[in-house]
């Protein structure tokens, strides 16, 4: 049996998110420029997408550039948004195909024009589109999308909008830029690494983790057919005991 064939389909998790990290070092083992691992980074990002795709994953979350990741080189930084405006435009058209929506989190006014011009066209062109929501965090850091949301909140509570004893988990949720995204099921780490960089610190409250030492470039479908597997065969408590979930 495939591992895919191996997935419940019944229990996919509704929510995946990935810290895409391991590009600059899979480039580095080959001896080529990390841009390079860039590139090929964008190759792993389609293989995903498909995967979830084909396993009816409803929502897919990547963060592909961090508040912290603008204090790169100014070289690598700038690579990276020629890359993203060239994949936003090259992928329109799968996006399209596949029924995709594509979505953004993060201080996108921060990104050069360029890049915001095509994230907003494209978002906008598959804005009616059902079958999976593909979200990507670009100047994306979690504080800060908390300071963000603790500034409009005050703000509401000052101007007698709301009182504090209306804040709960829902209105918090209103205010993050994840508004219209479920928690996170599961959390993927490719590279090694076992931190969360400042990725959605809210919304994994109660994510299952899943790291993997394969550098981002090389992970491909299988991979990530892994990872659901290995999800499904974890109990999800939320508190309770093992007895109250039977
Ligand atoms: C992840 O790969 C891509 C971004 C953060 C934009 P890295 O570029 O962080 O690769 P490593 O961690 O240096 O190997
Ligand atoms: C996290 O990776 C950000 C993205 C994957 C976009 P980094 O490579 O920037 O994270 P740290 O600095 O190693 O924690
Ligand atoms: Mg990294």
Known sequence: M???????????PRHVAVIMDGNG?????????RTKGHENGAKAVKQVVEACGEIKIPYLTLYAFSTENW????????LLMTLLISS????????????????????????????????????????????????????????QEIIKTIQEISLKVKNNLISPENIDDSLINNHLYTQNLPDV???????GEQRVSNFLLWQIAYAEM??????????????????????QNRERRFGKTSEQLN
């Open 25 to 33: 070092r899979w480039a580095k083992k080959r001896g080529l420029f």
């Open 185 to 191: 099921d599961l959390l993927i780490r490719t590279s």
């Open 88 to 143: 936003l435009k090259k992928e329109l058209k799968n996006l399209q195909k596949n029924d995709i929506r594509l979505m953004a989190i993060g201080n996108i006014n921060e990104l050069p024009n360029k890049v915001l011009k095509e994230l907003l066209e494209v978002i906008d062109k598959t804005k009616n589109n059902k079958q999976l929501t593909l979200t990507l965090a670009l100047s994306y850091g979690s504080r």
């Open 71 to 78: 204090n790169r080189p100014k070289i690598e930084v700038e």
């Open 210 to 231: 899943y790291f993997t030492e394969t550098l981002w470039p090389d992970f491909n479908k299988e991979d990530l057919f892994e990872a659901v597997l290995n999800y």
């Open 2 to 12: 495939t591992l895919k064939d191996q997935i419940d389909t019944n229990k996919v």
